[in-house]
């Protein structure tokens, strides 16, 4: 019943923003430890961002500090993730996942959606 769904993914050059959105139906985001993950082509699917329950706690990779920022509108049901000063390493399929507990492995999200490509230019 759960499903979450990723927007907001695009082609822009180095340097650019993108705000990438996860709405959510069949749970409630602000009940939920909510993630971001991103995979290139050839490359495990890595950690990006998670937000806690409350949102009173953030956590990123060190490759997006001070660039992305993650966070949430409960009254929308939905998880954003602002991406500042792009690189083309940050190329990718961007998934937005659930948990009900806040880690950076990937096996410990329990929903996922479908993903969104963003792709940086230099």
């Known amino acids: 019943q759960v499903q979450l769904v990723e927007s907001g993914g695009g082609l822009v050059q180095a340097g650019d923003s993108l705000r990438l959105s996860c709405a959510a139906s069949?749970?409630?985001?602000?009940?939920?430890?909510m993630g971001w993950f991103r995979q290139a082509p050839g490359k495990e699917r890595e950690f990006v961002a998670a937000i806690n329950w409350s949102g009173g706690s953030t956590f990123y990779r060190d490759s997006v500090k001070g660039r992305f920022t993650i966070s949430r509108d409960n009254a929308k049901n939905t998880v954003y993730l602002q991406m500042n000063s792009l690189k083309p390493e940050d190329t990718a399929v961007y998934y937005c996942?659930?948990?009900?507990?806040?880690?950076?492995?990937?096996?410990?999200?329990?929903?996922w959606g479908q993903g969104t490509q963003v792709t940086v230019s230099s």
């Open positions: 996942a659930s948990a009900k507990v806040l880690t950076t492995g990937p096996h410990s999200y329990e929903s």
């Open positions: 069949g749970l409630t985001v602000s009940s939920y430890n």
